[in-house]
């Protein structure tokens, strides 16, 4: 398996769209809006492409052999010791599912993807509330798990190139919706609400405004998101999402 060099990064377009899993985070990297890495099997005979996303999501397009399998399963545990971002491999193909279910360090978690419905009409913004866009200095007060800087190598890459809404209450960033991944065609959501601001439909009205924004340039919303974070889905669904498919990612399982 090799690492193929940035400026070739365009030639994998095509692959990057033909992923059969999810096609926003490889064209994002294809096309050169988003950092990460891309290895492939042999440049005489390409039979498949590995993407893997800056924010670690990763990719299988094509048909790797079991030689190949073996390159990546090294890679997701890092045995080289050169690689330290996460490694969460997405995939449908059961040839590929079937290798990494055999391994006992790996472990497995089913995920949903969602399309848009029908997007639903705007509730009204509790109290206290202000919707706002993501700002330099608003991007610098979100804290949690799923935010920007997670899938952004840096603050101006996102001020840039992604976009995101956030509700805002005494200066506090309580939830946000904003472009985790972006390609010419796609753009995946992300949302994120602080703990003490949940249940407040908070995460839905950021969301509906994203959906929005990614309506309005041409592009279509996307959203995926773990089977086990009913929050995530149900907050998709009240947007006006449906899971349209339902496949797995694996992982090294911590120690």
């Given amino acids: 398996m ?43 005979k390409l039979q498949y492409a590995l993407f893997w996303h800056e924010s670690g999501f990763a990719y299988i397009s094509g048909h790797p052999n079991p030689e190949d399998l ?6 997701m545990k890092n045995e080289s010791g050169n690689n330290p ?4 491999l997405e995939t449908n193909d059961e ?30 913004i509790p109290e206290g509330y202000e919707l706002r866009e993501i700002d330099e200095s608003l991007l610098s007060r979100i804290e949690g ?29 309580a939830a946000v919706a904003f472009s985790a991944a972006v390609s010419s065609r796609q753009i995946d959501i992300g949302i994120e609400t602080r703990e003490a601001h949940r249940r407040k439909g908070l995460a839905v ?15 279509e919303p996307v959203w995926d998101c ?10 998709a669904e009240r947007v006006g999402f449906e899971v349209v498919k339902q496949y797995a990612y694996f992982k090294v399982k911590p120690e």
């Fill in 2 to 44: 090799k690492k193929v060099k940035e400026k070739y990064y365009s030639d994998y377009i095509e692959l990057a769209g033909s992923n059969t899993c999810n096609t926003v985070y490889p064209m994002a990297i294809a096309e050169g809006v988003q950092r990460g890495d891309i290895y492939m099997d042999n440049m005489e």
């Fill in 70 to 75: 073996d390159a990546i399963y090294a890679l």
């Fill in 85 to 88: 971002r996460r490694f969460l």
């Fill in 95 to 124: 040839s590929v599912a079937g290798y990494f279910r055999e391994k006992e360090d790996i472990e497995m978690h089913p995920r949903y993807g969602l399309r848009l419905r029908k997007l639903q009409p705007d509730g009204e």
């Fill in 145 to 173: 798990r799923v935010v920007p800087l997670n899938f952004w190598s840096s603050s101006q890459e996102f001020l840039t190139r992604g976009r995101g809404y956030c509700l805002v209450k005494d200066d506090d960033v």
């Fill in 205 to 219: 009205t950021a969301a509906k405004k994203m959906t929005e924004y990614v309506l309005s340039i041409g592009k």
């Fill in 226 to 235: 773990d089977a086990a974070n009913a929050g995530s889905r149900a907050t």
